[in-house]
């Protein structure tokens, strides 16, 4: 079955950089989009950035561009994230997604488990 497994985050300073990993497996990765999503406390899910695996086009959220970017190795099936100049404003639970649109969350079909980004000014 498809699965998703995310790592690399932690708490950082503000100004600190991160990058988050999403090891996608059970599809063949350049099949589907993938995205990177966020939901903070007391917030709604949102997109961060997304990519279609198989052109390489990116789409970012005006939040984080100039300050995330998104990539793929196909050759290891991975999806990252990495991110730069963070705020505290940043901090969320940050969730890989599978299949979908663009940066629309409720069109994601599959989904990590999350991993925790805390900012700390």
């Known amino acids: 079955q498809v699965q998703l497994v995310e790592s690399g985050g932690g708490s950082v300073q503000a100004g600190g950089s991160l990058r988050l990993s999403c090891v996608a497996s059970?599809?063949?990765?350049?099949?589907?989009?993938m995205g990177w999503f966020r939901q903070g406390p007391g917030k709604e899910r949102e997109g961060v950035a997304s990519i279609y695996t198989g052109s390489g086009v990116t789409y970012y959220a005006d939040s984080v561009k100039g300050r995330f970017t998104i990539s793929q190795d196909k050759s290891k099936n991975t999806l990252y994230l990495q991110m730069n100049s963070l705020k505290p404003e940043d901090t969320a639970m940050y969730y890989c997604a599978a299949r979908g649109v663009r940066l629309s969350a409720s069109s994601y079909d599959y989904w990590g488990q999350g991993t925790q980004v805390t900012v700390s000014s």
């Open positions: 059970g599809y063949t990765y350049s099949s589907w989009s």
